[in-house]
């Protein structure tokens, strides 16, 4: 097989397979002169919420935001603390530090790398008020199990499901075991607009009430002002993400069809391959590979011409902006993040992606196996 470049990111092609629908949604917007709270963030929001199966929905401008003014809306106070995970994108416990408390954290399963609920238990204290699971690559966290430990001790629950939208668990469907749902739609998300963007799904009114007021300067009235924030989606982030989320499942379909293609290419090699529980439905926003020499094959790949990320190479208590607490408190004992951080190494995936260029990641990856990776 001949020289291929092997792309990361398929946002060019994507635009391309629906363009007339997004061109016209766009168009549509334009020509509304409604650019802000409008009507067309108002149907997407409907629209959204009705796919989750929930109550209500509210736009906001970025994942990271859905998630501190939803801790906002809960009432979370300076010092309470908030259960998450090591191994995931800064802005997770970043959100809590920003609503002004403290991100506790605890270890990932080594299976999924998503949070071990059974570790959760142990690191609640009296100042403990939620628990944040990450659904991370794609994948939910066990739910039944991080709700279960959350009645028993009296904590809320806020899923960060910035990678899972249209995932599923064993027997349970996301926002079902939890307060409340936050989402990003930055572009490269599987559900992503042209830009940033992102939302709360709840069954909670109060939530809501004080989400739309939060992200809209105080203010549910209009020139009726309390204390807010300036966090809107934007109309024309909103009419493409309504076309885009009636190709979510055909989208999704099509990842875990190339999860299934690689995992098969892969098979009996050196490397760590993801796992899907049985029961779930795992949507693969990333398809992470492990291996003890990730930074060579990471080179050996981008020589190939594939190209390939890390999804995250330095887990959140290691990262130089990580701020909270005494010294003592900066180094959590979570080797399975940490051993998940040195080793992730993220293949191209995306809906787009065509059955030869996976053919070529994984021709590429066994040949590295064979000469370097056993030995």
């Not at 061109?23 to 108002?42: H, Q």
């Not at 599987?190 to 992102?198: I, K, M, P, R, V």
Request: charged letters at 25%.
């Amino acid at each position: 097989m001949s020289t291929m470049k092997v792309p990361f990111y398929g946002h060019a092609r994507q635009y391309h397979d629906i363009r007339s629908e997004i061109d016209e949604a766009i168009r549509a917007v334009l020509e509304s002169e409604s650019y802000v709270m409008g009507p067309t963030l108002e149907r997407f929001e409907a629209e959204l919420a009705a796919y989750f199966g929930m109550k209500f929905a509210v736009g906001l401008n970025s994942g990271t935001d859905a998630l501190w003014l939803t801790f906002l809306a809960l009432g979370l106070k300076p010092g309470d603390q908030v259960i998450t995970t090591a191994n995931t994108f800064f802005a997770t416990a970043e959100a809590i530090w920003i609503a002004g408390g403290k991100p506790v954290f605890v270890d990932s399963d080594r299976r999924t790398n998503n949070i071990d609920a059974a570790k959760i238990a142990s690191a609640i204290t009296p100042r403990t008020v939620g628990i944040v699971p990450v659904h991370l690559y794609g994948q939910c966290a066990d739910m039944n199990a991080v709700s279960a430990v959350a009645r028993e001790h009296h904590l809320w629950v806020v899923e960060d499901n910035a990678q899972a939208i249209d995932a599923q668990g064993a027997g349970f469907r996301e926002g079902e075991l939890s307060d409340a749902v936050a989402t990003s739609f930055i572009v490269q998300k599987n559900l992503g607009t042209y830009g940033d963007g992102g939302a709360v799904l709840t069954n909670r009114e109060d939530i809501t009430t004080e989400l739309r007021r939060l992200r809209n300067h105080g203010s549910l009235r209009r020139s009726v002002h309390t204390f807010g924030f300036n966090s809107r989606l934007d109309d024309i982030h909103a009419g493409i993400l309504s076309v885009k989320l009636k190709h979510i499942r055909r989208w999704s379909d099509r990842r875990r069809a190339i999860a299934a293609r690689y995992s098969a290419g892969l098979r009996g090699s050196s490397l760590k391959l993801p796992c899907e529980l049985p029961g779930y439905r795992h949507v693969f926003h990333l398809y992470v590979v492990e291996h003890p020499k990730r930074d060579h094959l990471d080179k050996f790949l981008r020589g190939a011409g594939v190209d390939v990320k890390m999804h995250y190479p330095i887990a959140i208590h290691q990262q130089a902006g990580y701020p909270w607490g005494k010294p003592a408190d900066l180094k959590p004992s979570v080797p399975n993040s940490e051993l998940n951080a040195a080793e992730c190494l993220s293949l191209p995936m995306f809906p787009e992606l065509r059955d030869d260029e996976v053919d070529y990641v994984i021709e590429k990856i066994i040949a590295w196996d064979t000469e370097f990776g056993r030995s």
